[in-house]
């Protein structure tokens, strides 16, 4: 199971914002801080937490974690993505809370 237990939108270029995700492995729970989401093309995918390294003044990013193929970590990031609509669903943005009328 996959659930995403906060959203922080966050637009900056084809970041969309940074996911805090539960996962339970056989009724044991871990949390994955700072999954980032981006949007460029049509196309949605999200990143693993990483560490930016700069060497030579050339910037790269070295991922905490790696899957051992493509296919696992495209199927795990449509898990996330699937886990921050539902979490967005269910939980109105800061945005929408604050430009929604007043009932009084």
Same mark, same amino acid.
């Given at each position: ?5 906060? #959203? ?7 970041? =969309?914002?940074?996911?805090? *995700?539960?996962?339970?492995?056989? /009724? !044991?729970?871990?949390?994955? #801080? ?7 093309? /049509? ?7 990483? %560490?930016? *390294?700069?060497? !030579? /003044?050339?910037?790269?990013? =070295? ?7 493509? !296919?696992? +970590?495209? %199927? #795990? +990031?449509?898990?996330?993505? !699937? ?5 967005? +669903? ?15």
């Amino acid at each position: 199971m996959v659930k995403c237990i906060s #959203f922080r939108e966050h637009k900056a270029g084809s970041l =969309l914002g940074f996911a805090d *995700i539960k996962v339970s492995i056989d /009724g !044991d729970e871990a949390t994955i #801080f700072g999954c980032s989401m981006y949007e460029k093309d /049509g196309k949605r995918w999200v990143n693993v937490p990483s %560490k930016e *390294i700069v060497k !030579d /003044g050339v910037k790269s990013y =070295l991922p905490f974690m790696k899957f051992d193929n493509r !296919d696992i +970590s495209d %199927k #795990f +990031s449509r898990k996330i993505q !699937d886990a921050i609509k539902l979490f967005q +669903s269910s939980n109105p943005s800061t945005d929408e809370f604050f430009t929604q009328e007043v009932p009084f």
